[in-house]
């Protein structure tokens, strides 16, 4: 079981930037090379992929809402994952979270995953 702790969520004004961090552990998370995502859910709507990275971080996604103003990356030596969001809109505020699989494709596909961590607040105020 991989275990992961979001966090670096908060309070911001539109068009500020926050970034936000997971942390990853767990014997299996150690022992295979992860690819790594952030998702977000509004209320009312589905769980949504943002962006994702793979493990060497040659591989990566971006939704298209998120294309040019958020970045994602990770350090591989503390297996954490970050995600830079700039220029923040009023309704990017929701919950984010990370998840992780060995396969980058299926991170564009949050349903099939029943394990998420507690999330991380964002909160963009217009």
């Known amino acids: 079981q991989v275990q992961l702790v979001e966090s670096g969520g908060g309070l911001v004004q539109a068009g500020g930037s926050l970034r936000l961090s997971c942390a990853a552990s767990?014997?299996?998370?150690?022992?295979?090379?992860?690819?790594m995502g952030w998702f977000r859910q509004a209320p009312g709507k589905e769980r949504e992929v943002v962006a994702a990275?793979?493990?060497?971080?040659?591989?990566?996604y971006y939704s298209d809402s998120v294309k040019g103003r958020y970045t994602i990356f990770r350090d591989n030596t503390t297996n954490t994952v970050y995600m830079q969001m700039n220029a923040l809109k009023p309704e990017e505020t929701t919950v984010y979270y990370c998840?992780?699989?060995?396969?980058?494709?299926?991170?564009?596909?949050?349903?099939?995953?029943?394990?998420w961590g507690q999330g991380t607040q964002v909160t963009v105020s217009s």
């Open positions: 990275i793979s493990w060497s971080g040659e591989g990566t």
């Open positions: 998840n992780a699989d060995l396969e980058l494709f299926r991170l564009c596909m949050p349903s099939v995953y029943n394990y």
């Open positions: 767990g014997r299996t998370f150690n022992s295979y090379a992860y690819a």
